[in-house]
C-alpha cells in the first residue's frame, strides 16, 4: 500500500475537491475515489463538471477540466470515522495554507466531518459557507463514499451541480490555458 496518495493540485484551479482521507483502496492503488462503490467520478460527470465518467486509473485528467484532488488527513482508513478531531486540529493551520497557496476559486469539501475539523465549527450547512478557506469560497458537498447511503446518487449529482453553476465562469477561464502541475504538498 502506498503510504500518501498524492495530490493532483495545479495553481489557480476553479475547484479543489477536499476529499476527508484516502480510503485503502485508493491508497493501495494509487488512485483517487478507486473503491469500486464510490460515486465520486460518475457524480462529478453527471453534475456537468466533466464531459464523460473518468476512471480512477485516469485520476489526472481531472486537471484538464479546471479542478484539483487532495484529501484532508493523509493517513489512508476502511472508514473515516476511524480519524480522531485531533487529526483534524494538527493539519488545519498547513492544510489551509496549501489551500491559499494553489489559490482555487473554490474548496469544496466532501461531507462535514472534515470542515467541520478544520474550522472548529460543530455543525455546518450543505452547500456555499458563509467564511473562505485559504482565500477560497467553500463549498460543503455530500461525500460521495458507496458507505454514505443517506444521499442517493441522484441527491448528489444535484448537490455537486449546484457547485458547478456556481463555478461556472471559473471552469470555462481554467479550461482555456494549459495546465501546469504542481503536485507539490
Given at each position: 500500500?502506498?503510504?500518501?496518495?498524492?495530490?493532483?493540485?495545479?495553481?489557480?484551479?476553479?475547484?479543489?475537491?477536499?476529499?476527508?482521507n484516502?480510503?485503502?483502496?485508493?491508497?493501495?492503488?494509487?488512485?483517487?475515489?478507486?473503491?469500486?462503490?464510490?460515486?465520486?467520478?460518475?457524480?462529478?460527470?453527471?453534475?456537468?463538471?466533466?464531459?464523460?465518467?473518468i476512471?480512477?486509473?485516469?485520476?489526472?485528467?481531472?486537471?484538464?477540466?479546471?479542478?484539483?484532488?487532495?484529501?484532508?488527513?493523509?493517513?489512508?482508513?476502511?472508514?473515516?470515522?476511524?480519524?480522531?478531531?485531533?487529526e483534524?486540529?494538527?493539519?488545519?493551520?498547513?492544510?489551509?495554507?496549501?489551500?491559499?497557496?494553489?489559490?482555487?476559486?473554490?474548496?469544496?469539501?466532501?461531507?462535514?466531518?472534515?470542515?467541520?475539523?478544520?474550522?472548529?465549527?460543530r455543525?455546518?450547512?450543505?452547500?456555499?459557507q458563509?467564511?473562505?478557506?485559504?482565500?477560497?469560497?467553500?463549498?460543503?458537498l455530500?461525500?460521495?463514499?458507496?458507505?454514505?447511503?443517506?444521499?442517493?446518487?441522484?441527491?448528489?449529482?444535484?448537490?455537486?451541480?449546484?457547485?458547478?453553476?456556481?463555478?461556472?465562469?471559473?471552469?470555462?477561464?481554467?479550461r482555456?490555458?494549459?495546465?501546469?502541475?504542481?503536485?507539490?504538498?
Amino acid at each position: 500500500m502506498s503510504e500518501k496518495l498524492e495530490d493532483l493540485l495545479a495553481a489557480q484551479l476553479a475547484v479543489i475537491f477536499c476529499g476527508i482521507n484516502p480510503g485503502l483502496m485508493a491508497a493501495a492503488q494509487g488512485h483517487h475515489f478507486a473503491g469500486r462503490n464510490n460515486r465520486f467520478w460518475r457524480t462529478l460527470h453527471l453534475a456537468g463538471f466533466t464531459p464523460e465518467e473518468i476512471r480512477p486509473q485516469n485520476d489526472r485528467t481531472i486537471l484538464r477540466h479546471g479542478c484539483g484532488l487532495t484529501a484532508v488527513v493523509e493517513r489512508p482508513t476502511a472508514r473515516a470515522d476511524q480519524l480522531s478531531s485531533a487529526e483534524f486540529s494538527a493539519i488545519a493551520s498547513d492544510f489551509e495554507h496549501k489551500i491559499a497557496r494553489y489559490a482555487p476559486r473554490f474548496v469544496a469539501f466532501l461531507g462535514k466531518a472534515a470542515y467541520c475539523g478544520l474550522s472548529g465549527q460543530r455543525d455546518v450547512a450543505w452547500g456555499l459557507q458563509p467564511h473562505t478557506f485559504g482565500n477560497a469560497a467553500v463549498w460543503v458537498l455530500p461525500n460521495p463514499s458507496g458507505r454514505n447511503r443517506a444521499f442517493t446518487l441522484e441527491q448528489l449529482v444535484v448537490a455537486y451541480r449546484q457547485l458547478h453553476l456556481a463555478a461556472g465562469e471559473a471552469l470555462a477561464h481554467s479550461r482555456q490555458f494549459p495546465v501546469l502541475e504542481d503536485s507539490e504538498s
